[in-house]
């Protein structure tokens, strides 16, 4: 198995050069009390009626043992106490020392119902994570965070990428893909890209809440029962959300947007090209304002995240996304602390090693604007440079 | 030899269709032959076959387009219905309908022996379904079973197992359609209604997805070893990735349908084929063989024209890049074992029914 080899461990370094990007991991907050510290006090009421915690969200369609597990690595749950992901200190002992991630992309999931109360929770969960993981437990520089919109709200979704513009640790926007009914080229959400592009911010999109159930995506010809099928055609509200971006003209609208699939695979990026150009080419007179091949548009505007990586045959796997030739435009991530989780170790052997470099860190720090070194950990092993071979 | 798989007879004008229904629904409202929520710019047809009748229409001349000008031997025809109309019973009796048009003007009819036919029955209503496979099943040129894509409910759900019991019990594969119409359907994509016609017509294949999985993880083809679908309107082009993912969390996702015993991907060479579309595979064509092995897709695969689809294709067309076992395979080797079509039709009368 290939392996990342820092050289000269013996060095003493207080800086480590980037060798791993991880572009999807979920922080919580310790309790709802907390954040209810950071929401406005004629809020709190609205957003959390009955005074039960929101946090971890029940969910419509169950991961394997979930009551026990909440979707969760058992060996997350800091041994502290708490709920996986609460502790940025363990977080960072698991995450980053152990595992060997240099810096990570913090991607929190909530949901409200109401347009409004949406927007008031991102903006809460935006101060919290602000607070808690980029400024007080960042020393290290290490975590990077996600500015968390309502897509509900385009014009109050724009005025709080503003109000985060400028941040040193916030990212990227982060939106729902549960938008109700409304494709992501939709021109509703144009004051929400137009904003993001601005500022430089790609966004990225992530499965929120499981419930309610207004927020499931309906599945054309039905929903499924178990987990297993609905995850498994996830993916295609991914493809339906990309053909609207491209067929519907976001991208010529926002030349300088960028968007990001985060969980909802990767590997069916190759045949939508495919697809998308062949439908292209017949039905050019549909679609005047397309005016580029689609594939063109995905290869300079969207990212895919890697996990969950498909337990594929690896030879035949490397083979694929050879003939797929999207070296550029995949970024690794762990999903850290789902119980999904790929390890770096794990993943790195899979791509085909001319992408290596690029999918475990290059892609991610061309698009985030990240340094090419971070500040090390007690107990991690200094490298001045690492090899993907 | 060359079979096409997916051929779409249409009826010559929309009131033909009244001469099929029972005297009680004759004054009903039923949608147009062409009517539908998402029609292509232009027409939905090749823009030549319009004339004074519908696209497709007349026997002769869909004979001579398919079998002398294309080279076909056989080829299936899967007429559409008008959608899932609200009122199920007469979706049902329209089925019917168009069942014993077919028959009259089109199977009974044609000397050539090279036209064979589907058993249109509406999933939403089940009894009906059932009984309508029963009364035509023993039709020596009727090979098979359709239902439209569009449904509220994926197939893989119990409520709609006796349909496939009785199509697997007669040896009848389950053709999956695009079915236009007005019907009271979902949005066509993941993210709601489609803005443009190509953004709906490159997503709307893709769903049959969601049937595929459903049908392996409530254990449908388990259940019934015989069973087999034929999804026509391609779409095989995402096939790896998405049963990839169904694979991949297969074994954690085992204590909740222990039934699926295997991984989901090994129920493919049993149990579905496709069709093949233009929109489906590599844009080089130098990539194909090679793309082809993945899933094994070379065993799935049957060539379909969509005739008389604007996006019709020349059995070279869906060849191309294909080397010569694969193109064996494509062009009628797997519909042949699929369909038997080569084997001799039965002598005798024709099966009776009802009109």
Same mark, same amino acid.
């Given at each position: 198995?290939t392996?990342?080899?820092?050289?000269n461990?013996q060095?003493?370094?207080?800086?480590?050069?980037?060798?791993?990007?991880?572009?999807?991991?979920?922080?919580?907050?310790?309790?709802?009390?907390?954040?209810?510290?950071?929401?406005?006090?004629?809020?709190?009421?609205? =957003?959390?009626?009955?005074g039960?915690?929101?946090?971890?969200?029940?969910?419509?369609?169950?991961?394997?043992?979930?009551?026990?597990?909440?979707?969760? @690595?058992?060996?997350?749950?800091?041994?502290?106490?708490?709920?996986?992901?609460?502790?940025?200190?363990?977080?960072?002992?698991?995450?980053?020392?152990?595992?060997?991630?240099? =810096?990570?992309?913090?991607?929190?999931?909530?949901?409200?119902?109401?347009?409004?109360?949406?927007?008031?929770?991102?903006?809460?969960?935006?101060?919290?994570?602000?607070?808690?993981?980029?400024?007080r437990?960042?020393?290290?520089? @290490?975590w990077?965070?996600?500015i968390?919109?309502?897509?509900?709200?385009?014009?109050?979704?724009?005025?709080?990428?503003?109000?985060?513009?400028?941040?040193?640790?916030?990212?990227?926007?982060?939106?729902?893909?549960?938008?109700?009914?409304?494709?992501?080229?939709?021109?509703?959400?144009?004051?929400?890209?137009?904003?993001?592009?601005?500022?430089?911010?790609?966004?990225?999109?992530?499965?929120?809440?499981?419930?309610?159930?207004?927020?499931?995506? =309906?599945?054309?010809?039905?929903?499924?029962?178990?987990?297993?099928?609905?995850?498994?055609?996830?993916?295609?509200?991914?493809?339906?959300?990309?053909?609207?971006?491209?067929?519907?003209?976001?991208?010529? @609208?926002?030349?300088?947007?960028?968007?990001?699939?985060?969980?909802?695979?990767?590997?069916?990026?190759?045949?939508?090209?495919?697809?998308?150009?062949?439908?292209?080419?017949?039905?050019?007179?549909?679609?005047?304002?397309? @005016?580029?091949?689609?594939?063109?548009?995905?290869?300079?505007h969207?990212?895919?995240?890697?996990?969950?990586?498909?337990?594929?045959?690896?030879?035949?796997?490397?083979e694929y996304?050879?003939?797929?030739?999207?070296?550029?435009?995949?970024?690794?991530?762990?999903?850290?602390?789902?119980?999904?989780?790929?390890?770096?170790?794990?993943?790195?052997?899979?791509?085909?090693?001319?992408?290596?470099?690029? =999918?475990?860190?290059?892609?991610?720090?061309?698009?985030?604007?990240?340094?090419?070194?971070?500040?090390?950990?007690?107990?991690?092993?200094?490298?001045?440079?690492?090899?993907f071979? | 030899?060359?079979?096409?798989?997916?051929?779409?007879?249409?009826?010559?004008?929309?009131?033909?269709?009244?001469?099929?229904?029972?005297a009680?629904?004759?004054?009903?409202?039923?949608?147009?032959?062409?009517?539908?929520?998402?029609?292509?710019?232009?027409?939905?047809?090749?823009?030549?076959?319009?004339?004074?009748?519908?696209?497709?229409?007349?026997?002769?001349?869909?004979?001579?387009?398919?079998?002398?000008?294309?080279?076909?031997?056989?080829?299936?025809?899967?007429?559409?219905?008008?959608?899932?109309?609200?009122?199920?019973?007469?979706?049902?009796?329209? *089925?019917?309908?168009?069942?014993?048009?077919?028959?009259?003007?089109?199977?009974?009819?044609?000397?050539?022996?090279?036209?064979?036919?589907?058993?249109?029955?509406?999933?939403?209503?089940?009894?009906?379904?059932v009984?309508?496979?029963?009364?035509?099943?023993?039709?020596?040129?009727?090979?098979?079973?359709?239902?439209?894509?569009?449904?509220?409910?994926?197939?893989?759900?119990?409520?709609?197992?006796?349909?496939?019991?009785?199509?697997?019990?007669?040896?009848?594969?389950?053709?999956?359609?695009?079915?236009?119409?007005?019907?009271?359907?979902?949005?066509?994509?993941?993210?709601?209604?489609?803005?443009?016609?190509?953004?709906?017509?490159?997503?709307?294949?893709?769903?049959?997805?969601?049937?595929?999985?459903?049908?392996?993880?409530?254990?449908?083809?388990g259940?019934?070893?015989?069973?087999?679908?034929?999804?026509?309107?391609?779409?095989?082009?995402i096939?790896?990735?998405?049963?990839?993912?169904?694979?991949?969390?297969?074994l954690?996702?085992?204590?909740?349908?222990?039934?699926?015993?295997?991984?989901?991907?090994?129920?493919?060479?049993?149990?579905?084929?496709? *069709?093949?579309?233009?929109?489906?595979?590599?844009?080089d064509?130098?990539?194909?063989?090679?793309?082809?092995?993945?899933?094994?897709?070379?065993?799935?695969?049957?060539?379909?024209?969509?005739?008389?689809?604007?996006?019709? *294709?020349?059995?070279?067309?869906?060849?191309?890049?294909?080397?010569?076992?694969?193109?064996?395979?494509?062009?009628?080797?797997?519909?042949?074992?699929?369909?038997?079509?080569?084997?001799?039709?039965?002598?005798?009368?024709?099966?009776?029914?009802?009109?």
């Open positions: 198995m392996t990342i080899e820092r050289v461990p060095t003493e370094h207080d800086e480590i050069v980037v060798a791993i990007v991880d572009t999807d991991v979920h922080p919580m907050p310790v309790s709802t009390d907390v954040l209810k510290s950071y929401a406005p006090a004629d809020w709190v009421d609205k =957003i959390w009626p009955t039960n915690a929101v946090t971890p969200l029940p969910h419509f369609y169950d991961t394997p043992d979930s009551y026990k597990t909440m979707s969760m @690595r058992v060996d997350a749950h800091p041994p502290g106490g708490g709920f996986a992901g609460t502790d940025p200190d363990y977080a960072a002992k698991q995450l980053l020392v152990d595992a060997g991630v240099s =810096i990570a992309t913090l991607e929190p999931m909530c949901d409200a119902q109401l347009p409004q109360a949406e927007h008031v929770l991102k903006a809460t969960y935006n101060d919290w994570l602000a607070d808690v993981w980029l400024d437990n960042n020393a290290h520089g @290490r990077r965070g996600s968390g919109v309502s897509a509900q709200v385009p014009e109050r979704a724009a005025r709080e990428i503003q109000r985060w513009a400028g941040h040193p640790y916030m990212a990227q926007v982060l939106m729902t893909p549960q938008t109700r009914g409304i494709p992501f080229g939709s021109p509703h959400f144009d004051p929400l890209y137009a904003a993001a592009a601005a500022n430089g911010l790609p966004v990225a999109t992530h499965l929120m809440g499981q419930t309610p159930f207004e927020l499931i995506p =309906i599945y054309p010809v039905g929903n499924p029962a178990h987990w297993h099928d609905f995850f498994a055609a996830w993916p295609l509200l991914y493809v339906s959300h990309l053909m609207s971006l491209v067929f519907d003209g976001a991208f010529d @609208r926002h030349p300088d947007l960028r968007v990001v699939f985060v969980e909802g695979g990767f590997t069916w990026a190759m045949p939508v090209m495919w697809r998308m150009d062949r439908i292209w080419e017949a039905r050019r007179a549909d679609l005047p304002h397309v @005016r580029r091949r689609p594939s063109e548009y995905v290869r300079e969207v990212r895919f995240t890697t996990q969950p990586l498909e337990d594929a045959d690896v030879k035949h796997f490397r996304l050879e003939m797929m030739d999207l070296g550029d435009n995949l970024m690794f991530s762990t999903d850290y602390p789902h119980w999904s989780y790929d390890a770096p170790a794990y993943a790195i052997n899979r791509f085909p090693a001319a992408q290596r470099e690029r =999918i475990m860190r290059g892609n991610a720090t061309a698009l985030y604007g990240l340094p090419p070194t971070v500040t090390a950990l007690p107990g991690e092993g200094p490298a001045a440079d690492v090899s071979e | 030899m060359i079979i096409d798989a997916n051929v779409q007879p249409h009826f010559r004008y929309n009131a033909e269709i009244r001469k099929y229904l029972p009680a629904h004759r004054l009903r409202s039923i949608p147009d032959v062409e009517q539908q929520w998402y029609q292509a710019p232009g027409g939905n047809y090749r823009e030549d076959l319009y004339g004074e009748h519908y696209p497709g229409s007349d026997r002769d001349t869909v004979a001579r387009h398919l079998f002398d000008d294309g080279g076909v031997d056989y080829a299936v025809l899967n007429p559409l219905t008008r959608g899932n109309i609200a009122d199920y019973l007469l979706n049902s009796r329209i *089925c019917a309908a168009v069942n014993d048009w077919l028959l009259d003007r089109w199977l009974e009819p044609d000397t050539t022996n090279r036209f064979r036919g589907t058993i249109r029955v509406n999933p939403e209503d089940p009894k009906g379904a009984a309508e496979i029963e009364r035509l099943a023993a039709h020596p040129k009727l090979v098979q079973v359709g239902v439209p894509m569009q449904s509220r409910e994926p197939y893989g759900k119990p409520v709609f197992e006796p349909i496939w019991e009785a199509a697997a019990a007669h040896g009848l594969p389950v053709a999956v359609h695009i079915n236009g119409g007005n019907g009271v359907d979902y949005a066509p994509t993941f993210a709601g209604h489609a803005h443009t016609y190509p953004g709906y017509a490159s997503f709307m294949p893709l769903n049959y997805f969601v049937h595929l999985a459903t049908l392996i993880v409530e254990g449908m083809f259940r019934h070893p015989h069973l087999k679908f034929v999804f026509t309107d391609g779409g095989y082009d096939l790896t990735p998405l049963m990839w993912r169904l694979d991949t969390f297969w954690s996702m085992r204590d909740q349908t222990p039934w699926v015993d295997r991984y989901p991907s090994d129920y493919l060479p049993a149990h579905v084929r496709f *069709c093949s579309s233009a929109f489906d595979g590599p844009t064509p130098g990539q194909m063989q090679r793309w082809m092995d993945f899933s094994g897709k070379t065993d799935l695969l049957m060539y379909g024209s969509g005739y008389p689809h604007w996006s019709t *294709c020349a059995p070279g067309e869906a060849a191309a890049g294909l080397d010569s076992a694969q193109r064996d395979k494509v062009l009628w080797r797997n519909a042949n074992e699929l369909y038997g079509l080569t084997e001799p039709i039965e002598a005798g009368p024709i099966n009776e029914r009802s009109v």
